[in-house]
């Protein structure tokens, strides 16, 4: 084996450990959500969690995404992106209708029904790519920028189409999409990752000591800055802030994930299953009422030890058995038609 297929293999290893840390921290901040207005502790957890958990997983996004960005394969994953989120934006919302009732929710497919919005923004991400393909990489990541810092100021509400979301996290495809793994491991040594995970603790620490006022929406990515209570002409530079807090936060959380292979890689292969799926589990978890009887330092911890273990659980291969024609649909029908309507076309 060469070593650039060495460094690739590392490469693969480390992302999808990452991966699957940060679905952990999905479902984890999912789950705790119904306690943060009533209980510090998890009001800390679930704003340090956010300063990392999207960018980061937008950033593993773009590095997986270059190996399937342009060609047939490009197509097919934009397919099948198109049927994951016909199918679950469809049960969500019937289910929503019939059973859930969360608030402010618009029963549209225009308007991605709360965690879908990843899926309506990979799509515009591999879209966008691809129309910056002919441009330098500093070009993309200054377009990138300027994009989320430029969609703050538009008068509507973000969530429709998640173009709010889709340029607010564009810089961190475009990071990952570009992401060198041989020179991260390179500067990234045993002392450098020891000293990032200290550093990563140590936001948490300040976050809980200085962020009990600080406005979560800036982390969601979702709003405007309008609708954020920001009016001001430069507004854009609290954007910025963030960009700045969140690409530090990263980094330092980054010292947490190992290199080496494990059971957690191979659960990174499918937390696709995790992603979609989990929003069930919360979801019934929250109209079951059992946030009412969760109130001390022991149901906190039995919250967190469930999310964790569903996360285990629904990154198992014989979920993937069982589910995979509805999370991950064949496409292939759709693929043949196109290529069939296409050799008739005179």
Same mark, same amino acid.
Request: hydrophobic share 55%; glycine share 8%.
């Given at each position: 084996m060469t070593r650039e297929n060495t460094l690739e293999t590392r490469?693969? #290893?480390?992302?999808l450990n990452l991966r699957f840390m940060l679905i952990v921290t999905v479902f984890v901040g999912n789950a705790i959500e119904p306690l943060i207005s009533r209980m510090d502790g998890m009001h800390s957890l679930y704003l340090w969690i956010f300063s990392f958990h999207m960018p980061l997983f937008v950033l593993v996004t773009g590095y997986f995404a270059r190996k399937s960005l342009t060609g047939s394969a490009g197509r097919k994953v934009l397919l099948q992106i198109a049927m994951q989120y016909l199918i679950f934006q469809s049960l969500y919302s019937a289910l929503d209708v019939s059973l859930f009732h969360v608030s402010n929710i618009h029963h549209s497919f225009f308007a991605p029904y709360l965690l879908l919005w990843f899926l309506a923004s990979h799509a515009c991400w591999r879209l966008l790519m691809l129309g910056m393909g002919k441009w330098s990489r500093a070009a993309q990541i200054t377009f990138a920028v300027a994009a989320g810092v430029a969609v703050g100021y538009l008068q509507l509400?973000? !969530?429709?189409?998640?173009?709010?979301? *889709?340029?607010?996290?564009?810089?961190?495809?475009?990071?990952?999409?570009?992401?060198?793994?041989? *020179?991260?491991?390179?500067? !990234?040594?045993?002392? !450098?990752?020891?000293?990032? $995970?200290?550093?990563?603790?140590?936001?948490f620490a300040l976050l809980a000591v200085l962020g009990s006022g600080f406005p979560m929406g800036w982390l969601y990515g979702s709003m405007t800055y309008m609708q954020l209570g920001a009016g001001e002409w430069y507004a854009g530079l609290y954007r910025l802030a963030v960009?700045?807090?969140?690409? *530090? $936060?990263?980094?330092?959380?980054?010292?947490?994930?190992?290199?080496?292979?494990?059971?957690? #890689?191979?659960?990174?292969?499918? *937390?696709?299953?995790? /992603?979609?799926?989990?929003? /069930?589990? !919360?979801?019934?978890? $929250?109209?079951?009422?059992?946030?009412?009887?969760?109130?001390? $330092?022991?149901?906190?911890?039995?919250?967190?030890?469930?999310?964790?273990l569903s996360t285990v659980l629904l990154a198992q291969p014989g979920v993937k058995r069982l589910l995979h024609p509805i999370v991950e649909p064949s496409v292939d029908w759709m693929i043949t038609l196109q290529r069939t309507a296409l050799r008739r076309t005179p």
């Open positions: 490469g693969e #290893t480390f992302f509400d973000g !969530v429709w189409f998640s173009i709010s979301r *889709t340029f607010v996290y564009l810089p961190f495809f475009v990071i990952g999409y570009h992401f060198s793994f041989s *020179t991260f491991a390179k500067w !990234v040594q045993k002392y !450098v990752k020891i000293a990032a $995970a200290a550093f990563s603790v140590l936001i960009y700045a807090l969140q690409i *530090t $936060a990263s980094l330092a959380f980054l010292g947490w994930v190992p290199y080496q292979v494990s059971r957690m #890689t191979d659960w990174g292969r499918r *937390t696709l299953y995790v /992603f979609l799926l989990h929003g /069930f589990i !919360v979801r019934l978890a $929250a109209i079951s009422g059992v946030y009412a009887y969760i109130g001390n $330092a022991a149901g906190t911890a039995l919250l967190l030890l469930c999310a964790i």
